[in-house]
């Protein structure tokens, strides 16, 4: 799902997980480049493709909720 650029609703988005040191970017499939909030240690999604769901907090925030990979 591609998001309108809205801010405070729930997404579900799909992409590839890229970690810039500590933090974790999903890279969607429209090339958009979102920081994912979240306490979780997300180092084993690195470089694989997932599904992250949350609620979008700023243009390029999103506080996750939950994320997984994508089906094979």
């Known amino acids: 799902m591609a998001s309108n650029g809205s801010t ?3 997404r579900r988005l799909t992409g590839a997980l ?3 040191g500590h933090s974790a970017m999903l890279v969607t499939n429209d090339d958009r480049i979102l920081r994912l ?3 979780e ?3 084993s999604y690195d470089g694989t493709s997932v599904i992250v769901e949350g609620n ?3 243009p ?3 506080n996750v909720e939950w994320i997984g990979p994508t089906a094979s």
């Open 56 to 58: 979008l907090t700023g």
């Open 18 to 20: 890229r970690m810039a």
């Open 60 to 62: 390029d925030r999103l």
């Open 8 to 10: 405070g609703s729930y």
């Open 37 to 39: 909030i979240t306490a």
């Open 41 to 43: 240690d997300l180092t």
